[in-house]
């Protein structure tokens, strides 16, 4: 599989869509994301700090995270935040962030420990952790802005065994791939592709949120009146770290502004993939409309939902009779398993996060 646009110093890229939906496990090319160069890391020189609001601090091999623990595997998207910004910017206003298209997402197999265990074995203590936080964090190289990179999340999700955060050692049945954290990241299904920080050296109990920058001052759904980086200084400590990602759909085939020739039939296939919001999963229905949303139409789920697997995308098509024209529009929306439905109604954001309005495709040339 090609890789393709937003590349630059550090590596951040994403494949095409029409090639990320060709496979329900998307095991080529996936989207990486990188606030600073990626570490080469030898798996036996590695260990974790497992440290903070805990009765026994310890530090771990990657061979003792094997060895010492259950192994689970889940099946999980992990999405960057900034996943469909170019949608935002393009329909909405200019946005600050890389420009991510519709494929800053991934649908793999994860392994590992549960994080819970690994928790439980370091002794949480037990006094006044309302509001806590697990952070994790990789000193293994500096990123843009800070020397180190890390993030965090509620403590009660680490502990809950339903949310499967896990200590990935490997993606797809092999050791993780050196880009996407060798030899060791956290997994947080549902939340953020940010907080699932790769390279993990140290992972933390604490009472407040991570401080690293990309928790505190980025990765968040400023509201609309942060308008640029000055205005929205007032809103980062009024604003939650975003963790749940929204429900949501995109169209991957066909492409704004392709050229449709229609068959006889009048008929044409529409192609995409859908994301449950947070734990919601997984999505039960996805709907197309050719008429601005008035009416929708049920497309086809082809796999995902049928896997009991809350945390996986769906892909799916449909089948759909359009009119010859200029400018003809296309748009899809999902409803999860907790009866979350995409609205279409997305908000603006500075940083561009979080888009969720419908998936679409416009100004198709149908003749
Ligand atoms: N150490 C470290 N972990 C990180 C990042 C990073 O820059 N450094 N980027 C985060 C972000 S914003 C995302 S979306 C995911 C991307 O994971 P991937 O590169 O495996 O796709 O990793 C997260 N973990
Ligand atoms: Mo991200």
Redesign the pocket.
Known sequence: MQLDHSVEE?LNREPPVGDLVSSFFTIAG???????PIPHIAAKDHSVKVNGLVDRPFKISIEQFRSRYTQHEIISA????GNRRHTMRTLLKEVDGLDWGDG?V?NCKWRGPKLKDVLHDAGIKTHDLKGAHVAFA?H??H?QGSDW?G?SIELDRALRDSADVLVALEMNGKPLPV???FPV?IIVPGV?????????DEITVQSEESRNL?QRYD?KRLPPEATDKESAKQYWDITPALQDMPINSVIAEPRNGDLIRLPPSGLIELKGYALPQGDQGPVVLVECSIDEGRTWEAAEILSGNDLKAKWCWVLWKATVRLQTGKKRRVLSRATDAGGNVQTGRPVWNLRGVGYDGYGESRDLNVV
């Open positions: 550090p996936n989207y990486e994301r990188n606030h600073g992990l999405q960057c935040a800053a991934m990789c293994k190289t990123v990179y993030g880009n996407h954290g990241r953020s592709g940010c907080r699932s920080v790769k390279w993990v990309y990765y």
